[in-house]
T-cell receptor, first 111, second 113 residues
Framework: GESVGLHLPTLSVQEGDNSIINCAYS??????FIWYKQESGKGPQFIID?????DKRQGQRVTVLLNKTVKHLSLQIAATQPGDSAVYFC??????????FGQGTELSVKP | DAGITQSPRHKVTETGTPVTLRCHQT?????MYWYRQDPGHGLRLIHY???????DKGEVSDGYSVSRSKTEDFLLTLESATSSQTSVYFC????????????FGPGTRLLVL
């Protein structure tokens, strides 16, 4: 989910387990959503996107689910690996608007 | 990092000095952006460009200026650096509009003493 103050929410999972990272977005008119991964000391990296005419989209080991009714987005990572440890954040936009970024969730993978 | 480089990668400067950060892309994307990233905030847009010599302000533009004289280069200038501008600065690019997928550079860590 989104962070409060200076400390990001943290999700800790065991290597090999599935991870679910959540994002509550703010604008009911948003029609495009992106998940980014940011490793320590690096720039955000595009993972997967979804448009509002879809409920689910799958990539390699990742799935994004969109629930427009409750304005909720989730990122599922299958068989989580140590290399998945990072901060994950979502972004939303409306047509003609700008991308708005959330603050993120820190994923920690225990070996 | 999608063919995006930023320079310098790290900089320490003193309050009141001018600082210029450079972003260079090899993707020929029309749109370029400067963001800052601070604890407790998501990425915040400083300025963006939608073409050569075409720029506009973002949500935190005060104290910053930009220039884009070539498609591949986007410069961010802090005219007179302040301690509140200590941050990590990211450049991003996109092929289409502001609402579309943006790809980020590796960042510049700036410390203003």
């Amino acid at each position: 989910g989104e962070s409060v103050g200076l400390h990001l929410p943290t999700l800790s999972v065991q290597e090999g387990d599935n991870s679910i990272i959540n994002c509550a977005y703010s604008n009911s008119a948003s029609d495009y959503f992106i998940w980014y991964k940011q490793e320590s000391g690096k720039g955000p990296q595009f993972i997967i996107d979804i448009r509002s005419n879809m409920d689910k989209r799958q990539g390699q080991r990742v799935t994004v689910l969109l629930n427009k009714t409750v304005k909720h987005l989730s990122l599922q990572i299958a068989a989580t690996q140590p290399g998945d440890s990072a901060v994950y954040f979502c972004a939303e936009s409306t047509k003609g608007g700008k991308l708005i970024f959330g603050q993120g969730t820190e994923l920690s993978v225990k070996p | 990092d999608a063919g995006i480089t930023q320079s310098p990668r790290h900089k320490v400067t003193e309050t009141g000095t001018p600082v210029t950060l450079r972003c260079h892309q090899t993707e020929n994307h029309r749109y370029m952006y400067w963001y800052r990233q601070d604890p407790g905030h998501g990425l915040r847009l400083i300025h963006y460009s939608y073409g050569v010599k075409d720029t506009d302000k973002g949500e935190v533009s005060d104290g910053y200026s930009v220039s884009r004289s070539k498609t591949e280069d986007f410069l961010l200038t802090l005219e007179s650096a302040t301690s509140s501008q200590t941050s990590v600065y990211f450049c991003a690019i996109s092929e289409r509009g502001l609402e579309e997928t943006q790809y980020f550079g590796p960042g510049t860590r700036l410390l203003v003493l």
